[in-house]
């Protein structure tokens, strides 16, 4: 004879059997497994999927989140506060600020559960100038909620990835210098650009002499002066 029947705790199950000559008993132990749930979040192509703990879930301020989730060897699940079927799916929609979920399933008096932490991550924002006193050119950044930042020149290169910053170039030769800021996070990126025109004035040359007579084989003072030149060239005929 066989008997099967559904079980849904651990069992002891006994058999006796007897006779005029007496009696017998057999017995087996049976063990219903714990239950596991399978919680996972899936937002803007990107899914984590947990079995147990407290996990953090970062996503884009006002994306959909999709909860799935799948349990064996569970009499009963609750999902985000409702109970729910062993399995299946839901989705929040507009997340845009902290919430928590958590999947949790019984059976066997036992529990298994799962709880994410969502962060509706705001988009960076920034703060960028681009100067040029005189000949210098000065650039100063600041970021906010950025996890990722990069300062790039026309001329230079990438120049930094500080999330904040400033730069100092004394000196420069006449042209036009470009710099761009690029900060990122997981909710967008946000960019920004500043440029400066550096010009060099016309060179200027002042020249003087003590006299502008003089008996022949005699000596004169020539004094000279000049702005914005790099070089100076002093003749006679």
Not at 65 to 90: E, F, H, M, P
Not at 111 to 130: D, E, G, K, R
Not at 196 to 209: D, E, G, K, Q
Not at 231 to 237: A, F, G, Q, R, T
Request: proline share 4%.
């Amino acid at each position: 004879i066989v008997k099967t029947s559904p079980l849904v705790s651990n069992s002891n199950v006994r058999l006796s059997c007897s006779n005029a000559s007496g009696s017998t008993q057999a017995s087996v132990n049976l063990n219903v497994p714990s239950p596991v749930i399978t919680l996972s979040l899936t937002s803007d192509g990107r899914t984590e999927s947990q079995t147990s703990g407290t996990h953090g879930f970062n996503i884009r301020s006002g994306a959909d989140v999709r909860v799935d989730w799948i349990s064996t060897n569970a009499s009963s699940c609750t999902i985000d506060g409702a109970a729910s079927a062993k399995s299946g799916s839901l989705t929040l929609s507009n997340v845009s600020a902290a919430r928590s979920v958590t999947g949790i399933c019984h059976g066997n008096g036992n529990s298994s559960l799962v709880t994410f932490n969502i962060v509706a991550v705001p988009p960076p924002t920034v703060s960028f100038a681009v100067l040029s006193p005189q000949d210098d050119i000065s650039v100063s950044w600041t970021s906010n909620n950025a996890d990722t930042c990069t300062v790039t020149s026309n001329v230079y290169g990438e120049v930094s990835t500080d999330l904040n910053g400033a730069l100092f170039y004394p000196n420069r030769s006449a042209g036009t210098y470009t710099f761009t800021l690029v900060c990122s996070n997981s909710s967008g990126t946000v960019s920004a650009q500043g440029g400066v025109v550096i010009t060099v004035p016309m060179p200027t040359a002042n020249l003087s002499i003590n006299r502008t007579s003089v008996a022949y084989g005699g000596n004169v003072t020539l004094t000279w002066s000049s702005t914005n030149a790099t070089s100076c060239d002093l003749n006679h005929n």
